[in-house]
T-cell receptor, first 114, second 113 residues
Framework: DAGVTQSPTHLIKTRGQQVTLRCSPK?????VSWYQQALGQGPQFIFQ???????QRGNFPDRFSGHQFPNYSSELNVNALLLGDSALYLC?????????????FGPGTRLTVL | AQSVTQLGSHVSVSEGALVLLRCNYS??????LFWYVQYPNQGLQLLLK??????LVKGINGFEAEFKKSETSFHLTKPSAHMSDAAEYFC???????????FGAGTRLFVKA
């Protein structure tokens, strides 16, 4: 049973560029959440997708956008990259019907903005 | 608004000693509470969760936590530390369980031989 997978593992971009990160949820899961974890800090909630729609959003600017596909996989897009966007981006999946159940996290994508 | 405070960014214990990692939360509704562990260059792994059932929650790897509503605390303990417990630990709160989850800043646990 494959867990949550994310690609790429590492990414280096320059300021002003755009980036797309990808996430495949754990088999059977239908909900995907994205988190940003800056160095030395806890993860911060970016947004959550369910039924291909953004359901809830944290305090992140519109430069951060996402998408969920019919197969429940998801993308996180960040436009006009800033140095402060350098972080580990974590994807977590869960099953909507078991709302209080566990979120399973992927290994993350390390984004470095130069 | 929900929030989580982890007391102590670094905790150091000797192998075999008691592990105590402190977490206080703020929530306007009965919360769901979680402890996660993160090893270097890895994602988060759930240790245990509280979802309004028993106040003493047992998790993996010998960890447990007690929900104390009067103290708004959810401290993580393990009777005897092992070298493999060295990692970053995050306390987290969610009002709806599975929706927006708020994480603390983390506590790095060091285990001395």
């Amino acid at each position: 049973d494959a867990g949550v997978t994310q690609s790429p593992t590492h990414l280096i971009k320059t300021r002003g560029q755009q980036v797309t990160l990808r996430c495949s949820p754990k088999s059977g899961h239908d909900t995907v959440s994205w988190y940003q974890q800056a160095l030395g800090q806890g993860p911060q909630f970016i947004f959550q997708y369910y039924e291909e729609e953004e359901r809830q959003r944290g305090n992140f600017p519109d430069r951060f956008s996402g998408h969920q596909f019919p197969n429940y996989s998801s993308e996180l897009n960040v436009n006009a990259l800033l140095l402060g966007d350098s972080a580990l981006y974590l994807c977590a999946s869960s099953l909507e019907v078991l709302r209080a159940d566990t979120q399973y996290f992927g290994p993350g994508t390390r984004l470095t903005v130069l | 608004a929900q929030s989580v405070t982890q007391l102590g960014s670094h905790v150091s214990v000797s192998e075999g000693a008691l592990v105590l990692l402190r977490c206080n939360y703020s929530s306007s509704v009965p919360p769901y509470l979680f402890w996660y562990v993160q090893y270097p260059n890895q994602g988060l792994q759930l240790l245990l969760k509280y979802t309004s059932a028993a106040t003493l929650v047992k998790g993996i790897n010998g960890f447990e936590a007690e929900f104390k509503k009067s103290e708004t605390s959810f401290h993580l303990t393990k009777p005897s530390a092992h070298m493999s417990d060295a990692a970053e630990y995050f306390c987290a709160v969610s009002e709806t369980g599975g929706f927006k989850t708020i994480f603390g800043a983390g506590t790095r646990l060091f285990v001395k031989a």
